[in-house]
C-alpha cells in the first residue's frame, strides 16, 4: 500500500478484493502486509517512523512459505507509491527476494540501493520506451 494507506485499503482498491478472487482462482497466495504508522520505511529520510519493513516482510515471506509450501523462486511483489518504493527497496536490500518484482511510484535514490547483489529491472514512465539495466534504474 502507498503512504497512509492499510492492506485492507489496498486490497479494496483492486477492485472489491478481485485480486484475491483471481488468486484463489489462479492458485496463487495474495498477501496484504500493513504497515507501521501507515509509511512502509524505503530508505528515505522523509520516513520518520524508522523500523526495519525489510526484515518485517522477510520474515512474513518465511512464515507464509512455511505454512503454505510456497515455490521461492515464484514469489512477486508489487506496491504503489510508498509501497512501490519498498519493493524497490526489498530489491536493493534482499536481491534473493523476490525474483520479480513490479513498482508505481518513483524509485528511491542511488544512494539508498546497497546491494552489491544482481538484479536487473525494466522500468517505464508514462510516454517513454521501457529501459532495461543490470541494477535497479534508480
Given at each position: 500500500?502507498g503512504?497512509?494507506?492499510?492492506?485492507?485499503?489496498?486490497?479494496?482498491?483492486?477492485?472489491?478484493?478481485?485480486?484475491?478472487?483471481?488468486?484463489?482462482?489462479?492458485?496463487?497466495?495474495?498477501?496484504?502486509?500493513?504497515?507501521?504508522?501507515?509509511?512502509?520505511?524505503?530508505?528515505?529520510?522523509?520516513?520518520?517512523?524508522?523500523?526495519?519493513?525489510v526484515?518485517?516482510?522477510?520474515?512474513?515471506?518465511?512464515?507464509?512459505?512455511?505454512?503454505?509450501?510456497?515455490?521461492?523462486?515464484?514469489?512477486?511483489?508489487?506496491?504503489?507509491?510508498?509501497?512501490?518504493?519498498?519493493?524497490?527497496?526489498?530489491?536493493?536490500?534482499?536481491?534473493?527476494?523476490?525474483?520479480?518484482?513490479?513498482?508505481?511510484?518513483?524509485?528511491?535514490?542511488?544512494?539508498?540501493?546497497?546491494?552489491?547483489?544482481?538484479?536487473?529491472?525494466?522500468?517505464?514512465?508514462?510516454?517513454?520506451?521501457?529501459?532495461?539495466s543490470?541494477?535497479?534504474?534508480?
Amino acid at each position: 500500500h502507498g503512504g497512509g494507506g492499510s492492506a485492507q485499503t489496498i486490497a479494496a482498491i483492486t477492485g472489491k478484493d478481485a485480486f484475491s478472487t483471481f488468486a484463489d482462482r489462479a492458485g496463487f497466495i495474495a498477501i496484504y502486509p500493513d504497515s507501521v504508522s501507515g509509511n512502509w520505511d524505503d530508505g528515505r529520510d522523509t520516513i520518520t517512523d524508522h523500523t526495519n519493513d525489510v526484515a518485517f516482510i522477510s520474515a512474513l515471506l518465511d512464515a507464509a512459505g512455511k505454512e503454505y509450501n510456497i515455490d521461492a523462486k515464484r514469489v512477486y511483489s508489487t506496491g504503489i507509491s510508498n509501497g512501490g518504493m519498498m519493493t524497490f527497496r526489498m530489491l536493493c536490500d534482499r536481491p534473493d527476494l523476490p525474483p520479480a518484482a513490479s513498482g508505481t511510484g518513483p524509485a528511491p535514490a542511488p544512494s539508498l540501493c546497497r546491494s552489491p547483489g544482481p538484479s536487473s529491472t525494466c522500468r517505464r514512465r508514462r510516454g517513454e520506451r521501457p529501459r532495461v539495466s543490470s541494477r535497479p534504474a534508480i
